[in-house]
Nanobody, 120 residues
């Protein structure tokens, strides 16, 4: 079994910063690409950022220059540093990871989500 757990959400004023963390554990042989998604009320879940096992990153246009994704492959953790937060960043943030287990092949695992609320 694989568990993915996010932490670090909370309430912050516009212009402030938060750091999210994601930790994967369980029967993991390796982790491929890791992702941060978010879902605001009444909206579809959207990809915020991704990072490959080699460290290559991608960002949604809406967060470029403000958010920074990182990972520690040895510790099986991922972070999302969020600066200059805006009310539009309010959402539940989800960690997603492509995990190789002893069942063979990469499978996608989701965390339970962490709420980020940015007040104006």
């Amino acid at each position: 079994q694989v568990q993915v757990v996010e932490s670090g959400g909370g309430l912050v004023q516009a212009g402030g910063s938060l750091r999210l963390s994601c930790a994967a554990s369980g029967s993991i042989l390796s982790i491929g690409t890791m992702y941060w998604y978010r879902q605001a009320p009444g909206k579809q879940r959207e990809l915020v950022a991704s990072i490959t096992s080699g460290g290559s990153t991608t960002y949604a246009d809406s967060v470029k220059g403000r958010f920074t994704i990182s990972r520690d492959s040895a510790k099986r953790t991922m972070g999302l540093q969020m600066n200059s937060l805006k009310p539009d960043d309010t959402a539940v943030y989800y960690c997603n990871a492509d995990v190789w287990t002893n069942m063979g092949g990469y499978r996608s695992y989701w965390g339970q989500g962490t709420q980020v609320t940015v007040s104006s």
